[in-house]
């Protein structure tokens, strides 16, 4: 059964042993990830050449041009396909490493036990009940963090079969320093984290976590750090008033630029000038 398909690089169907030859047509003339979870029964198929069979509570992941052949199942088999296209997975940075590694070809099929599997199963119920709902009922950005969850989620499953960890740290470290050349050019004016998260094709989500991981402090921290870096040196190295300061650094009005001033460093703006012009 299809559910809302072409749903930005997302569709997802769920087969039971009657359908299950129509997964194999399918799967097989797609060039998407494809992520199955396995909640009942057994399933039996060749993966290149390859054959494999599992048992219920197991997560697969093909990757694109995968070769399947001899699928079946038994008569209990509940399996729900989410197939993913490859603009999308662009998007998460995790996912790109995932699929960089020949060792995932070789090790498809994870079992999932305790914590992991109620968090896994509950997310890919919880994104099928959003996914079949209306526009009105159900918001893109519903849908968007919950499978980015169940993806970071599935991602952990894999990442001990991955000799060469080395890789994502390699991109862990890339991200991190395009952030830092964005918010040198850009924090004194960007308060957002998703502008930086949209300039660097990730979720806000991901972001934030990977910055706090890698630093030891918060994304929203490092902003505010550069904004009153530039405030501090407008009210060190020129005569404009708080307002034109403000004003340059665009803010909706001075007193919210008083305020945020005053929240991240504990003291006014007013009270920074006048105490750099004592020392001075």
Known sequence: ????????????????????????????????????????????????????????????ML???????????????????????????????????????????FSPVMEVEGSSKKLIWSTVKLIQEYQSKTKEESTLESVQYLLYALLELVSKLYLP??????LLQTRSQDIIEHFFELLNEHGHLQRSVLY????LHLSPQYLSSLIKKETGKPIKQWIS???????????????????EVSNQLQFVDSSLFCRYFRRCTGITANTYRENYKIKK
Request: aromatic share 10%.
């Open 161 to 166: 079969v991955i000799k060469n960890n080395s």
């Open 1 to 60: 059964m299809d559910i809302k398909p072409n749903f930005e690089g997302l569709y997802i169907e769920k087969y039971k042993t009657a359908s299950i030859t129509g997964f194999q047509k399918k799967a097989g003339k797609l060039n998407k990830l494809i992520l199955c979870f396995l909640s009942d029964g057994e399933l039996h198929l060749k993966i290149n050449t390859h054959p494999f069979h599992i048992k219920k509570n197991a997560v697969l």
């Open 196 to 199: 930086y998260s949209d300039q």
């Open 225 to 243: 750090y550069r904004v009153i870096k530039q405030a501090k040196e407008l009210l060190k190295t020129t005569s404009l008033s708080i307002k």
């Open 63 to 105: 990757l694109p041009d995968t070769e399947l052949a001899d699928i079946s199942g038994s008569h209990d088999l509940e399996l729900t396909v989410f197939f993913i296209s490859l603009d999308f997975i662009s998007t998460y940075s995790f996912l790109t490493v995932l699929l960089a590694s020949d060792e995932i070809k």
